[in-house]
């Protein structure tokens, strides 16, 4: 299989790794694009010295191209791009903002753009800016999240721009993968499956809470912060949602976050740590290594294409 998004990228398999924070690591990156897809080591609140040793420590574990997931919360995210200009991996996904003002630098650096978006009017402003690709991400992703359902927003956004389109958020297996490219998609990002991978190194408590979860496991909190994140349920999401509950101020409310995924990831604290999923967690079921997760999205879909004419009765 081979999409535009192939060509854009020089990758093999139309599937770009989430950047997720902690866990997106070189030794992850590495791996995923060393099994043909895209992947990314996720700069999440890190400051730009550990991200270049980060991309410097990737080079020498893979000569496939791989890329960058800048945060653009991070108070970081300017000297973050700074160095990625110094380092020119091949490409740059943003998530958590508008990354207008750097495109134009990056396009000249030769790296390929390609920002996380939640809406319309933000694929369309980012096609505009000059992104090569859009990522389209629905509410059933993990982390921090927008309001539509990747359901909804993917076809509105593939008919709003004409620049390569990714899908994400439930993406875990090759069905949702089939339904992604009906929706008129290039490809998808794949972040929770990835986690329960052999080259992810985070904590294998973290990997079995992703592996037990259950379909409504994934809850969302920070909704009422404006700042909403999915993670899957335990005694800090339950903590939280009681404080928002009682209108307890943001200060108090965020401060528990602080340090939640540290918890998770590096401690494997299952009970306070923020265990951030997406609701695909639940057809998650065993740990393997990325490239059998990547080949398992690809393997025998003839089988499913068929079912669905069968169904239609195309001939
Ligand atoms: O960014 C993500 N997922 C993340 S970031 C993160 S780190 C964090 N930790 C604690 C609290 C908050 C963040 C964990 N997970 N996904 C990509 C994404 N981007 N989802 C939604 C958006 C988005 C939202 C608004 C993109 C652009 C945007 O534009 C707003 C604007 O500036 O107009």
Redesign the pocket.
Same mark, same amino acid.
């Given at each position: 299989m081979s999409t535009r998004l192939c060509e854009l990228l020089g990758i093999k398999y139309p599937v770009i790794q989430g950047g997720m924070?902690w866990v997106a690591t070189a030794e992850l990156a590495a791996a995923v694009s060393n099994g043909g897809g895209l992947g990314l080591i996720a700069a999440?609140g890190a400051p730009a010295e550990a991200v270049r040793e980060q991309i410097q420590k990737c080079r020498t574990m893979t000569d496939k191209p791989f890329g960058v997931n800048v /945060?653009l919360?991070s108070p970081f995210a300017d000297e973050v791009m700074r160095v990625i200009l110094e380092e020119k991996p091949a490409v740059v996904a943003t998530?958590?903002?508008?990354p207008a003002k750097y495109i134009l630098a990056l396009k000249e650096a030769g790296i390929k753009i390609c920002p996380?978006?939640?809406s319309v009017a /933000?694929a369309k402003r980012m096609e505009k800016s000059g992104a090569d690709a859009v990522i389209a991400?629905g509410t059933e992703?993990g982390?921090?999240?927008?309001e539509l359902t990747t359901m909804v927003l993917v076809p509105q956004v593939v008919d709003a721009v004409s620049i390569p389109v990714v899908a994400a958020g439930g993406f875990a297996d090759k069905r949702g993968m089939i339904a992604a490219m009906a929706l008129g998609a290039d490809g998808i990002q794949v972040g929770t499956r990835f986690i329960c991978s052999d080259e992810c190194i985070a904590h294998e408590n973290y990997k079995q809470a992703v592996i037990k979860a259950k379909d409504r496991d994934a809850v969302v909190t920070g909704r009422s912060t404006g700042?909403p994140?999915r993670a899957l349920k335990n005694k800090l999401t339950r903590e939280y949602q009681r404080l928002e509950k009682e209108g307890a101020p943001a200060e108090e409310i965020e401060q528990l976050?602080v340090g939640g995924?540290r918890r998770a990831f590096m401690d494997g604290d299952t009970e306070t740590g923020s265990l /951030?999923a997406g609701q695909s967690a639940a057809m998650v079921t065993k740990i393997e290594p990325c490239a059998d997760i990547i080949k398992s999205y690809f393997e025998d879909t003839a089988e499913i294409l068929k079912t669905i004419a069968d169904k239609m009765e195309v001939k």
């Open positions: 924070a999440g /945060m919360m998530g958590a903002g508008n996380v978006i939640a /933000m991400e992703a982390g921090h999240i927008g700042a994140v976050g995924l /951030m």
